[in-house]
């Protein structure tokens, strides 16, 4: 199946810090990656739309200006936490679709997810 | 709305079978997956469904009926290790909508 990384696994900061996290498709070209985050024993919260070539899409709530992606290839995607506090400290999980996976609906391809990175904010 | 619901917990014994519901309350949903979080991990996709009825893979099937926005995953001959999180998402053209997950446990 296809692969996504993820660099950093991990991550501890100072408060005031920007962190960056690269999201990766390793076996095919990703037009489109999303961003998710997840805190402790919940569901994972998409952050934004990563489209190549052009400007991400973000969820309500979610701070454009605090949370930049850059998606400047078809197989890398960046999320930069700037000005990172305690409250950002969560699993920030990537994921890319691949329109060619075997079995992949027309209109919604198979989202394949990075290994995630643990952002510790202290 | 977009509501994903499914159960918070279950437990099951090894070797048993187990079915996880799912029910979703919207017309904006193209498919409906299956995934498989172990703690700390990313999920790991294991099935979808687009058209009504069942998928078989393995120890593994997924059922939908888009009329009643319902599925469920159905896993078969439970191991220890199939104790994880386990997430319906909707999928639509744009993104994937995340029920909160059913942890499930495997007693020996």
């Known amino acids: 199946g296809a ?4 660099h950093p696994s991990w991550v501890i900061c100072k408060s005031g ?3 960056k996290i690269e999201c990766r498709s390793l076996d095919f070209q990703a037009t489109t990656m999303f961003w998710y985050r997840q805190f402790p024993k919940q569901s994972l919260m998409l952050m934004a739309t990563s ?3 052009s400007k991400a899409t973000y ?3 979610v701070e454009k200006d605090k949370f930049l992606i850059n998606h400047a290839s078809l197989t890398l995607s960046t999320l930069t936490v700037t000005s990172a506090h305690p409250e ?3 699993f920030y999980i990537c994921s890319a679709r691949d329109p060619l996976a075997s079995g992949g609906p027309t209109s919604t391809d198979t989202q394949y997810f990075g290994p995630g990175t643990r952002l510790t904010v202290l | 709305g977009q509501n994903i619901d499914q159960p918070t917990e279950m437990t099951a014994t090894e070797g048993a079978i187990v079915q996880i519901n799912c029910t979703y309350q919207t017309s904006g949903f193209n498919g409906l997956f299956w995934y498989q979080q172990h703690a700390g991990e990313a999920p790991t ?3 979808y469904n687009v058209l009504d009825g069942l998928e078989e893979k393995g120890r593994f099937s997924s059922f939908l009926s888009r009329s009643k926005g319902y599925s469920y995953l159905l896993l078969k001959e439970l191991q220890m290790k199939d104790s994880a999180s386990y997430l319906c998402a909707g999928g639509s053209a744009r993104q994937l909508t995340f029920g909160s997950g059913t942890q499930l446990t495997v007693l020996p």
Do not use: M, R
């Open chain 1, 88 to 90: 950002d400290s969560s």
């Open chain 1, 17 to 19: 810090t920007s962190v």
């Open chain 1, 51 to 53: 489209n190549e070539g």
């Open chain 1, 59 to 61: 969820e309500q709530g």
């Open chain 2, 45 to 47: 996709f294991l099935s």
């Open chain 1, 3 to 6: 692969v996504v990384s993820q």
